[in-house]
């Protein structure tokens, strides 16, 4: 008698614990990646693929661009010509930095 009931309740122990459910958030932060400019960047403004231009205050050299992760094309102009233009792949987290002299 004492047998049969140690294995019911074992089991009753056995079937509470295992019919629990586990709650688990997961938080999947949007991928980003980043653009720095550094060097000379009087009269410069930007354009990203064929986005709109971006003008470059040379008053803040420390000013890094979001961008999505992926192959762009980045065209810096300075005083309306054409500087650089390099298609560049931009890992997530990742910050890539143009030199402009």
Known sequence: MKMILSLT???????ITGCTTVNTTIIQKD???FLK????LENVTMQIDDGSLVQV?????DVVYQIKP?????TI????EIVVQRELYFD????REIDLR
């Open 31 to 33: 991928e980003a990646a």
């Open 57 to 61: 205050d040379p008053e803040k050299p």
């Open 70 to 74: 992926g192959t762009h094309i980045v």
């Open 92 to 95: 997530d987290k990742i910050t």
């Open 9 to 15: 309740l074992i089991s009753l122990i056995l079937i």
């Open 77 to 80: 102009f300075r005083a309306g």
């Open 37 to 40: 400019l550094t060097g000379n």
